[in-house]
């Protein structure tokens, strides 16, 4: 919406001016296409029906590198209707629909099919339809950051086949409602055919394995209880073997299966120590693990990793530090397996509280990149998190706003990590309250469980629990690519300041450090000035607040 208001803009001034150049001058968006409205907005033939079920059952053809299948999905009705957006992205075809005994008319648009029913279907009906479905699906070479199916091979020759779909959409490999604002509320069954030499692994826990002798196949059923992301939804298959482990915490055990290659057992056992104390700090900072029902994984791939919902996927090459780089920059980074702990934050920032349109992706990146820290806090101090987080901002590139634009599946700048988590760790500074700020981070998981949120959903939560408003501090750091400059002058005992390059209305206290004393200002566009006890020698804002300074 907002980039929408800048074209808006934009347009207005040329037509004030008649100057083309003051229209060059303004960055233009490209016009959303069609095709991404359909995919990210909530279109009138996707808002009268709320998917409650998803059986998806498929099988991967590996001589012919396609898929087969289909998806049952059950749903209730929130309005009357009677046609249907179903999306699936070519070259993969929906061959039939049946509802009850009929078939289904359908046509295709692009990467969406309009499902025609016999009659309306009145409001509050719950009802079912089976979608069918083949084809060669996109092959992705570069996963996780582009989607589609890997037909790898792992370092033994073995097959190794993995779907990921963050971004792109889980319609790249099986048909369903692709929106983040709605996810399946009595979970999903996926059950996958595999050569009988190969294992499926997938979402949530295996309840049985089919042995097709004659044709040479396996089925391995997943069952998912909790709702789920449709992007968290994955398949891997290759020659894995289980490990299994249990996690105990007050009033519960969590279990915890890890599927690795025969020959990953002896460094998983090693590296993958890491989960309990994941586990320990998460539960510590965001309340309980959000899919106790569903049990917790780890899942080798070949790709560095992703957060698919109690089946995270792992690639980190069982190191500390990611892929052998350390993201602050300042040694801190190699205390922890960062692919375990970030994509493990997810199961809080991302899965138990989902997104309702991509343009929002700060709920999932930018507090996953934030508890990062966090989980430095728990185990190593709060020195080293600090040292952690404001480390991460050399990679912050103010290049584009942190949100995307809605209705049209863009997101916004990849500083939502870095750029998130500071913002997140500014406010905490400025909140300056530890007990408040864990109640904070534990009553959104408390208070947002299993739910699809908007960003202001998340903004106004925690202004309300603060006692602090927030607004501005929110538009400025995930709605402008400008940080806050605080400009000040000392003069003897007096030091005179304000900020600059901040949203209309921005005065977000600080804590500066004059002669190693430490002293609250809040700073906003107009000046002030403060007097010290003495002559001011040294002026030093804390370094947990991301802004920058400049000495007039
Ligand atoms: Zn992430």
């Given at each position: 919406?907002?980039?929408?208001?800048?074209?808006?803009?934009?347009?207005?001034?040329?037509?004030?001016?008649?100057?083309?150049?003051?229209?060059?001058?303004?960055?233009?968006?490209?016009?959303?296409?069609?095709?991404?409205?359909?995919?990210?907005?909530?279109?009138?033939?996707?808002?009268?029906?709320?998917?409650?079920?998803?059986?998806?059952?498929?099988?991967?053809?590996?001589?012919?590198?396609?898929?087969?299948?289909?998806?049952?999905?059950?749903?209730?009705?929130?309005?009357?209707?009677?046609?249907?957006?179903?999306?699936?992205?070519?070259?993969?075809?929906?061959?039939?629909?049946?509802?009850?005994?009929?078939?289904?008319?359908?046509?295709?648009?692009?990467?969406?099919?309009?499902?025609?029913?016999?009659?309306?279907?009145?409001?509050?009906?719950?009802?079912?339809?089976?979608?069918?479905?083949?084809?060669?699906?996109?092959?992705?070479?570069?996963?996780?950051?582009?989607?589609?199916?890997?037909?790898?091979?792992?370092?033994?020759?073995?097959?190794?086949?993995?779907?990921?779909?963050?971004?792109?959409?889980?319609?790249?490999?099986?048909?369903?409602?692709?929106?983040?604002?709605?996810?399946?509320?009595?979970?999903?069954?996926?059950?996958?055919?595999?050569?009988?030499?190969?294992?499926?692994?997938?979402?949530?826990?295996?309840?049985?394995?089919?042995?097709?002798?004659?044709?040479?196949?396996?089925?391995?059923?997943?069952?998912?209880?909790?709702?789920?992301?449709?992007?968290?939804?994955?398949?891997?298959?290759?020659?894995?073997?289980?490990?299994?482990?249990?996690?105990?915490?007050?009033?519960?055990?969590?279990?915890?299966?890890?599927?690795?290659?025969?020959?990953?057992?002896?460094?998983?056992?090693?590296?993958?120590?890491?989960?309990?104390?994941?586990?320990?700090?998460?539960?510590?900072?965001?309340?309980?693990?959000?899919?106790?029902?569903?049990?917790?994984?780890?899942?080798?791939?070949?790709?560095?990793?992703?957060?698919?919902?109690?089946?995270?996927?792992?690639?980190?090459?069982?190191?500390?530090?990611?892929?052998?780089?350390?993201?602050?920059?300042?040694?801190?980074?190699?205390?922890?397996?960062?692919?375990?702990?970030?994509?493990?934050?997810?199961?809080?920032?991302?899965?138990?509280?989902?997104?309702?349109?991509?343009?929002?992706?700060?709920?999932?990146?930018?507090?996953?990149?934030?508890?990062?820290?966090?989980?430095?806090?728990?185990?190593?101090?709060?020195?080293?998190?600090?040292?952690?987080?404001?480390?991460?901002?050399?990679?912050?590139?103010?290049?584009?706003?942190?949100?995307?634009?809605?209705?049209?599946?863009?997101?916004?700048s990849g500083d939502m990590y870095p750029k998130g988590g500071n913002m997140l760790h500014t406010i905490r500074h400025v909140i300056n309250d530890d007990a408040k700020w864990l109640s904070i981070m534990r009553g959104l998981n408390a208070d947002f469980w299993h739910q699809t949120v908007t960003t202001e959903q998340i903004e106004s939560y925690i202004s309300t629990?603060?006692?602090?408003?927030?607004?501005?501090?929110?538009?400025?750091?995930?709605?402008?690519?400008?940080?806050?400059?605080?400009?000040?002058?000392?003069?003897?005992?007096?030091?005179?300041?304000?900020?600059?390059?901040?949203?209309?209305?921005?005065?977000?206290?600080?804590?500066?450090?004059?002669?190693?004393?430490?002293?609250?200002?809040?700073?906003?566009?107009?000046?002030?000035?403060?007097?010290?006890?003495?002559?001011?020698?040294?002026?030093?804002?804390?370094?947990?607040?991301?802004?920058?300074?400049?000495?007039?």
């Amino acid at each position: 919406m907002r980039t929408l208001k800048i074209i808006a803009l934009a347009v207005f001034l040329q037509m004030q001016f008649g100057a083309t150049y003051v229209f060059a001058q303004v960055p233009q968006a490209e016009a959303i296409t069609r095709q991404e409205t359909l995919r990210g907005s909530v279109t009138p033939e996707r808002e009268w029906w709320d998917v409650l079920h998803y059986h998806l059952q498929v099988e991967f053809l590996l001589e012919t590198r396609r898929l087969k299948g289909s998806n049952t999905i059950t749903f209730k009705t929130l309005k009357p209707g009677n046609k249907m957006q179903i999306d699936l992205q070519p070259p993969l075809a929906i061959t039939k629909i049946t509802h009850g005994d009929s078939q289904l008319k359908f046509e295709r648009e692009g990467n969406v099919y309009w499902v025609m029913f016999e009659k309306e279907i009145p409001k509050g009906a719950e009802d079912k339809i089976e979608i069918f479905y083949e084809g060669v699906p996109v092959v992705s070479r570069n996963p996780p950051w582009v989607g589609g199916v890997t037909w790898g091979r792992d370092d033994l020759g073995d097959p190794f086949i993995v779907t990921t779909c963050q971004g792109i959409g889980a319609s790249i490999w099986w048909p369903n409602k692709d929106h983040g604002s709605d996810e399946p509320d009595r979970g999903m069954q996926i059950s996958v055919t595999v050569p009988e030499n190969l294992v499926a692994v997938s979402n949530g826990r295996l309840k049985k394995t089919d042995h097709d002798a004659a044709g040479k196949k396996k089925t391995f059923h997943w069952e998912v209880l909790n709702p789920i992301n449709n992007y968290g939804v994955n398949v891997n298959i290759g020659n894995y073997v289980k490990l299994t482990d249990k996690y105990k915490r007050k009033g519960g055990v969590l279990d915890i299966e890890y599927w690795v290659l025969p020959h990953q057992k002896e460094a998983a056992l090693r590296q993958f120590k890491e989960v309990p104390r994941m586990l320990e700090a998460f539960e510590h900072w965001f309340g309980k693990y959000p899919f106790y029902e569903d049990g917790y994984k780890l899942v080798t791939v070949q790709y560095p990793g992703m957060e698919h919902q109690s089946s995270v996927t792992y690639g980190n090459w069982f190191r500390n530090g990611y892929l052998q780089r350390d993201p602050c920059g300042c040694g801190v980074g190699f205390k922890f397996d960062f692919i375990i702990v970030h994509e493990s934050a997810h199961e809080w920032f991302g899965n138990n509280i989902s997104m309702k349109d991509a343009a929002d992706m700060w709920i999932h990146e930018g507090f996953a990149n934030y508890a990062e820290n966090l989980f430095v806090e728990y185990h190593f101090g709060k020195k080293d998190a600090e040292d952690y987080v404001v480390g991460t901002r050399r990679g912050i590139r103010n290049d584009r706003p942190i949100i995307g634009t809605y209705g049209s599946n863009r997101e916004g700048s990849g500083d939502m990590y870095p750029k998130g988590g500071n913002m997140l760790h500014t406010i905490r500074h400025v909140i300056n309250d530890d007990a408040k700020w864990l109640s904070i981070m534990r009553g959104l998981n408390a208070d947002f469980w299993h739910q699809t949120v908007t960003t202001e959903q998340i903004e106004s939560y925690i202004s309300t629990k603060a006692g602090i408003d927030f607004s501005k501090v929110f538009d400025q750091y995930l709605r402008t690519t400008k940080i806050p400059l605080l400009k000040y002058k000392v003069n003897g005992k007096t030091v005179e300041f304000n900020y600059e390059r901040v949203v209309k209305g921005f005065a977000m206290p600080i804590r500066v450090t004059i002669n190693g004393k430490e002293i609250k200002l809040t700073p906003s566009e107009v000046k002030q000035t403060f007097e010290f006890s003495e002559d001011i020698k040294t002026f030093e804002v804390n370094r947990n607040f991301y802004i920058e300074t400049a000495k007039t």
